[in-house]
Every structure is written in structure tokens, then in C-alpha cells.
């Protein structure tokens, strides 16, 4: 399960930095298509790396809103799928970084996980008022785990109630051990936790729309149930 999950969250990364294309062609499936094939066939390159060839199977899978491995697994004979029609240049596309692998693994928790419950922060800040998100833990019933656990935090203005900006640590490892990792904003800027002036990444649009839309629901979910 933990192997699935981080694959899912790779193929979340990487459709992310993919370019958005519109469908040029249609092509119907038949015995033996799979997305790796039409991919290789599409690029059309003699020397296309493994890279290359799976960056180009998640352009074509993001084109037809193929967006979990199970969609891409379960294509059938007589399937349409719609192709970019001429090649797009996908052999740019960088390795994910710290900060990236740790959005997209909170998206996929956050698309996922139906324990999640959002609690206010005891604390009366000028403009903004502070949330934690928390998630079950499954070893509670031992007894030597807390029942929950902080997921991360986020901060609503006041006065527009928007979510302005979430507070996250690292997924794999704290880069600070007495602060926070990173202040995600709502306009995609990473910064640094410890260094709040210090811009560590630039999500996508995609990314920063899917992140905050899914912490958006859970805070209406929370005020709901006020």
C-alpha cells in the first residue's frame, strides 16, 4: 500500500509540471494498446529514454483525466483515447523536489483520507486565525500512540475568511527540528519555515489549486458542523 501511494504521488508531481495540450486525434484501442506503446509510438524517437517515454504516457493519461493508476490500468478494447496529434517536448521535466514530494503526498492524504478532522488553535493572532488539521492514528489501540496526530496547520484572514497560507513539515524528514518546514502561500510561493522570507519553491498552478481547494473543503466541512 505505502509503494502505491508514493507512486500515485509521483504520477500527482509529475502530471503537475506536464504542459496542458489539447486533443489533436482519437485513437481506438485494440488487442495489445497499452499507454507505455501508444506513448513510445507517439514520440516517435528512436533513442527516447524510459524517462521520456513514461512522461509521455502521463501527458497522454492527464489528456484523457486518467489521473490514478487504477484509471490507467483498466483501459479496454473499443476505449477512445485522445492523443496531443504532434509531439510535445517532455524530456525537461525536472526530478521532483523536497518541498514538491511533500505537497503532492499531502494532496493525495488529503484526497484520501476520510479521518481527517480540522481543530481551531487556542490563540488570538491580529489578522489571521490558526487551524491544525489532524489524522487518526491507526496504532492508537495500543496505547503508547496519541489518538491523533497533527497533519498541518493552516491560517484563515480574518477579515476576507480566506485560507491564506498552510504551515507543513517536510514528508520524508524535518529540515527544522525546532520550526516548521514550509509556508505554502496562496498564490503557489514555498517558503522557508525558519526563514520566512526565503522562497524555497514556485508550485504550479494545478498544484496550488488542488492543495488548497482540498483544504478548502475540509474547512467547510468544519464550519459546518459549528
Known sequence: MVDKI????????????????????VHVLKNGDNLWNLAKKELNKKDASNQEISNYMLLIAKLNKLNTIEKMNNLKINDKIYLPGNAVKVDNIQQLSASEKT?????NVLKNDKTLSVKKAD???????LYHVFKQNPKYANNYFLKENNLYSFKVDKKSGKISSLIVN????????LWFDYIIHANGNINDGQFSSKLVEKLSQEQTKQLFGETEKLFNQYKKSK
Do not use: C
Open 6 to 25: 508514493a507512486e500515485q504521488d509521483y504520477i500527482n508531481a509529475v502530471m503537475a509540471k506536464l504542459p496542458e495540450v489539447k486533443a489533436q486525434k
Open 103 to 107: 505537497v503532492n503526498a499531502l494532496i
Open 123 to 129: 490563540l488570538d493572532l491580529p489578522n489571521v486565525d
Open 170 to 177: 517536510d514528508n520524508e524528514k524535518r529540515v527544522h527540528k
